[in-house]
Protein backbone atom coordinates (compact mmCIF):
# COMPACT_ATOMS: atom_id res chain seq x y z
CA UNK A 1 0.00 0.00 0.00
CA UNK A 2 2.62 2.30 0.56
CA UNK A 3 3.83 1.82 -2.53
CA UNK A 4 1.02 3.97 -4.27
CA UNK A 5 1.64 6.85 -2.81
CA UNK A 6 4.34 7.10 -4.28
CA UNK A 7 3.21 6.15 -7.67
CA UNK A 8 0.65 9.26 -6.96
CA UNK A 9 4.01 11.41 -6.66
CA UNK A 10 5.40 9.70 -10.33
CA UNK A 11 2.05 10.33 -11.99
CA UNK A 12 1.87 14.14 -11.17
CA UNK A 13 5.30 14.38 -12.15
CA UNK A 14 5.14 12.59 -15.54
CA UNK A 15 1.67 14.29 -16.26
CA UNK A 16 3.23 17.69 -15.54
CA UNK A 17 5.76 17.34 -17.96
CA UNK A 18 3.99 15.57 -20.70
CA UNK A 19 1.19 18.63 -20.79
CA UNK A 20 3.63 20.87 -20.59
CA UNK A 21 4.73 19.98 -23.92
CA UNK A 22 1.26 19.28 -25.37
CA UNK A 23 1.24 15.35 -24.90
CA UNK A 24 -1.56 13.23 -22.11
CA UNK A 25 1.32 11.54 -21.10
CA UNK A 26 0.10 7.70 -21.89
CA UNK A 27 3.71 6.66 -22.45
CA UNK A 28 4.55 7.72 -18.81
CA UNK A 29 1.60 6.49 -17.16
CA UNK A 30 2.41 3.28 -19.09
CA UNK A 31 6.10 3.06 -18.45
CA UNK A 32 5.30 3.90 -14.40
CA UNK A 33 2.49 1.18 -14.54
CA UNK A 34 4.53 -1.12 -15.78
CA UNK A 35 7.64 -0.63 -13.42
CA UNK A 36 4.61 -1.05 -10.70
CA UNK A 37 3.82 -4.39 -12.08
CA UNK A 38 0.24 -3.48 -13.58
CA UNK A 39 -1.49 -6.06 -15.77
CA UNK A 40 -2.32 -5.38 -19.29
CA UNK A 41 -5.48 -5.21 -18.92
CA UNK A 42 -5.58 -2.08 -16.39
CA UNK A 43 -2.64 -0.46 -18.07
CA UNK A 44 -4.19 0.16 -21.55
CA UNK A 45 -8.13 1.73 -20.31
CA UNK A 46 -6.38 3.78 -17.64
CA UNK A 47 -3.56 4.95 -19.22
CA UNK A 48 -5.94 6.37 -22.24
CA UNK A 49 -8.33 7.74 -19.53
CA UNK A 50 -5.95 9.71 -18.12
CA UNK A 51 -4.92 10.98 -21.55
CA UNK A 52 -8.20 12.26 -21.94
CA UNK A 53 -8.12 14.55 -19.21
CA UNK A 54 -3.95 15.84 -19.58
CA UNK A 55 -4.57 15.69 -23.43
CA UNK A 56 -7.66 18.08 -23.51
CA UNK A 57 -6.14 20.49 -20.91
CA UNK A 58 -2.90 20.94 -22.64
CA UNK A 59 -5.06 21.29 -26.12
CA UNK A 60 -6.98 24.01 -24.40
CA UNK A 61 -4.10 25.96 -23.73
CA UNK A 62 -1.68 25.62 -26.87
CA UNK A 63 -5.16 26.29 -29.17
CA UNK A 64 -5.59 29.58 -27.31
CA UNK A 65 -1.99 30.68 -28.26
CA UNK A 66 -3.21 30.12 -32.00
CA UNK A 67 -0.82 27.67 -32.92
CA UNK A 68 -3.57 25.23 -33.96
CA UNK A 69 -3.68 24.06 -37.69
CA UNK A 70 -6.85 22.07 -39.00
CA UNK A 71 -5.36 21.47 -42.33
CA UNK A 72 -2.60 19.17 -40.65
CA UNK A 73 -4.74 18.07 -38.13
CA UNK A 74 -7.86 16.19 -40.20
CA UNK A 75 -6.48 14.13 -42.25
CA UNK A 76 -4.47 12.80 -39.67
CA UNK A 77 -7.42 12.52 -37.45
CA UNK A 78 -9.87 10.86 -40.59
CA UNK A 79 -7.41 8.04 -40.31
CA UNK A 80 -6.45 7.64 -36.76
CA UNK A 81 -10.07 7.53 -35.02
CA UNK A 82 -11.23 4.94 -36.61
CA UNK A 83 -8.23 2.73 -36.77
CA UNK A 84 -7.80 3.17 -32.93
CA UNK A 85 -11.19 2.00 -31.77
CA UNK A 86 -10.31 -0.77 -34.52
CA UNK A 87 -7.09 -1.35 -32.23
CA UNK A 88 -9.04 -0.74 -29.02
CA UNK A 89 -11.33 -3.61 -30.03
CA UNK A 90 -8.52 -6.36 -29.75
CA UNK A 91 -8.64 -7.31 -25.98
CA UNK A 92 -7.07 -10.79 -26.63
CA UNK A 93 -3.55 -9.72 -27.32
CA UNK A 94 -0.74 -12.11 -25.23
CA UNK A 95 0.59 -10.29 -22.24
CA UNK A 96 3.99 -11.22 -23.17
CA UNK A 97 3.66 -9.68 -27.14
CA UNK A 98 1.99 -6.68 -25.09
CA UNK A 99 4.55 -6.10 -22.86
CA UNK A 100 7.07 -6.55 -25.95
CA UNK A 101 5.24 -3.85 -28.23
CA UNK A 102 5.15 -1.66 -25.37
CA UNK A 103 8.61 -1.96 -24.42
CA UNK A 104 9.86 -1.13 -28.05
CA UNK A 105 7.32 1.62 -28.56
CA UNK A 106 8.81 3.45 -25.38
CA UNK A 107 12.20 3.35 -26.92
CA UNK A 108 10.40 6.05 -29.20
CA UNK A 109 10.46 9.07 -26.45
CA UNK A 110 13.69 7.34 -24.93
CA UNK A 111 15.57 8.84 -28.09
CA UNK A 112 13.41 11.84 -28.59
CA UNK A 113 14.23 12.89 -25.09
CA UNK A 114 18.10 12.18 -24.59
CA UNK A 115 18.96 12.62 -28.00
CA UNK A 116 17.01 14.90 -29.82
CA UNK A 117 15.26 17.31 -27.03
CA UNK A 118 14.68 19.99 -29.05
CA UNK A 119 14.04 19.49 -32.94
CA UNK A 120 14.52 23.19 -34.82
CA UNK A 121 12.13 23.99 -37.88
CA UNK A 122 13.78 26.56 -40.17
CA UNK A 123 11.77 26.30 -43.51
CA UNK A 124 8.68 24.23 -43.45
CA UNK A 125 7.12 22.08 -46.24
CA UNK A 126 3.47 21.80 -47.57
CA UNK A 127 1.87 18.42 -45.61
CA UNK A 128 0.96 15.59 -48.03
CA UNK A 129 -2.80 14.09 -47.36
CA UNK A 130 -1.86 10.73 -48.52
CA UNK A 131 1.09 10.41 -46.05
CA UNK A 132 -0.94 12.06 -43.71
CA UNK A 133 -3.78 9.35 -43.75
CA UNK A 134 -0.76 6.78 -43.43
CA UNK A 135 0.55 8.11 -40.51
CA UNK A 136 -2.72 8.39 -38.91
CA UNK A 137 -4.50 5.30 -39.60
CA UNK A 138 -0.93 3.65 -38.26
CA UNK A 139 -0.69 5.37 -35.03
CA UNK A 140 -4.23 5.25 -34.36
CA UNK A 141 -4.07 1.64 -34.71
CA UNK A 142 -1.27 0.91 -32.34
CA UNK A 143 -2.79 3.73 -30.22
CA UNK A 144 -5.83 1.39 -29.76
CA UNK A 145 -4.07 -1.61 -29.27
CA UNK A 146 -1.64 -0.55 -26.61
CA UNK A 147 -3.21 2.21 -24.79
CA UNK A 148 -1.78 5.32 -25.71
CA UNK A 149 -2.22 8.76 -27.45
CA UNK A 150 0.51 8.13 -30.37
CA UNK A 151 1.34 11.77 -29.45
CA UNK A 152 4.38 10.77 -28.91
CA UNK A 153 5.22 9.27 -32.15
CA UNK A 154 3.10 11.94 -34.01
CA UNK A 155 5.17 14.93 -33.11
CA UNK A 156 8.96 13.62 -34.51
CA UNK A 157 7.38 12.85 -37.31
CA UNK A 158 5.85 16.37 -38.31
CA UNK A 159 8.76 18.21 -37.05
CA UNK A 160 11.36 15.69 -39.05
CA UNK A 161 8.85 16.25 -42.01
CA UNK A 162 9.10 19.72 -41.72
CA UNK A 163 5.86 20.31 -41.52
CA UNK A 164 4.98 21.98 -38.27
CA UNK A 165 7.37 23.76 -35.98
CA UNK A 166 7.62 23.04 -31.93
CA UNK A 167 3.79 25.21 -30.64
CA UNK A 168 1.87 23.90 -33.41
CA UNK A 169 3.19 20.11 -33.22
CA UNK A 170 2.53 20.57 -29.48
CA UNK A 171 -1.16 21.87 -30.42
CA UNK A 172 -1.80 19.35 -32.99
CA UNK A 173 -0.51 16.41 -30.77
CA UNK A 174 -2.60 17.13 -28.32
CA UNK A 175 -5.88 17.30 -30.02
CA UNK A 176 -4.86 13.83 -32.01
CA UNK A 177 -4.27 11.78 -28.46
CA UNK A 178 -7.35 13.26 -27.48
CA UNK A 179 -9.46 12.04 -30.18
CA UNK A 180 -7.58 8.93 -30.51
CA UNK A 181 -7.78 8.39 -26.71
CA UNK A 182 -11.29 8.46 -26.76
CA UNK A 183 -11.80 6.14 -29.88
CA UNK A 184 -9.46 3.27 -28.21
CA UNK A 185 -11.30 3.58 -24.88
CA UNK A 186 -14.73 3.21 -26.74
CA UNK A 187 -12.97 -0.02 -28.41
CA UNK A 188 -11.75 -1.36 -25.18
CA UNK A 189 -15.40 -0.64 -23.58
CA UNK A 190 -17.42 -2.69 -26.02
CA UNK A 191 -15.12 -5.19 -24.53
CA UNK A 192 -16.46 -5.06 -21.33
CA UNK A 193 -13.70 -3.20 -19.63
CA UNK A 194 -14.17 -1.51 -16.81
CA UNK A 195 -12.08 0.65 -14.06
CA UNK A 196 -10.76 0.27 -10.66
CA UNK A 197 -11.92 2.48 -7.65
CA UNK A 198 -8.05 3.50 -7.34
CA UNK A 199 -9.10 5.51 -10.72
CA UNK A 200 -10.88 8.25 -9.31
CA UNK A 201 -7.39 9.12 -7.73
CA UNK A 202 -5.12 8.91 -10.67
CA UNK A 203 -7.37 11.15 -12.50
CA UNK A 204 -7.70 13.78 -9.82
CA UNK A 205 -3.95 13.44 -9.70
CA UNK A 206 -3.75 13.93 -13.29
CA UNK A 207 -6.05 16.83 -13.77
CA UNK A 208 -4.21 18.95 -11.36
CA UNK A 209 -0.55 18.14 -12.85
CA UNK A 210 -2.19 18.54 -16.03
CA UNK A 211 -3.12 22.08 -15.11
CA UNK A 212 -0.21 23.26 -14.30
CA UNK A 213 1.93 21.93 -16.70
CA UNK A 214 -0.26 23.20 -19.74
CA UNK A 215 0.00 26.40 -18.31
CA UNK A 216 3.42 26.91 -17.24
CA UNK A 217 5.13 25.09 -19.77
CA UNK A 218 7.83 24.14 -17.26
CA UNK A 219 9.56 27.55 -17.57
CA UNK A 220 10.28 27.13 -14.50
CA UNK A 221 12.46 24.17 -14.57
CA UNK A 222 15.40 23.87 -16.74
CA UNK A 223 13.57 21.57 -19.67
CA UNK A 224 16.81 19.72 -20.55
CA UNK A 225 17.17 18.17 -17.20
CA UNK A 226 13.45 17.08 -16.96
CA UNK A 227 13.30 16.04 -20.22
CA UNK A 228 16.58 13.71 -19.48
CA UNK A 229 15.17 12.45 -16.48
CA UNK A 230 12.34 11.29 -17.68
CA UNK A 231 13.91 9.92 -20.76
CA UNK A 232 15.36 7.41 -18.20
CA UNK A 233 12.31 6.11 -15.96
CA UNK A 234 11.21 5.49 -19.65
CA UNK A 235 14.36 3.85 -20.45
CA UNK A 236 13.67 1.37 -17.00
CA UNK A 237 10.31 0.43 -17.84
CA UNK A 238 11.19 -0.50 -21.54
CA UNK A 239 13.96 -2.47 -20.15
CA UNK A 240 11.87 -4.55 -17.95
CA UNK A 241 9.08 -4.69 -20.57
CA UNK A 242 12.01 -6.01 -23.14
CA UNK A 243 14.07 -8.47 -20.95
CA UNK A 244 11.47 -9.42 -18.15
Do not use: E
Not at 30 to 59: C, E, W
Not at 118 to 133: G, Q, R
Request: hydrophobic share 55%; charged share 5%; with cysteine.
Amino acid sequence: MDYIYLFYLLLFIVAFLYASVGHGGASGYLALMALFSFTADVMKPTALLLNLFVSGISFYQFYRGKHFLWKIFVPLAIASVPMAFLGGSIHNIDPSLYKKILGILLLVPVIRFLFFPNITVTAFKPSNFCLSLLIGGTIGFLSGLIGFGGGILLSPILLLLKWTDQKQTAAISALFIFVNSLSGLAGQLTKGVSFSGQMYGFVGVAVVAGCLGAYYGALKFNQAVLKNILGCVLLLAAIKLLFT
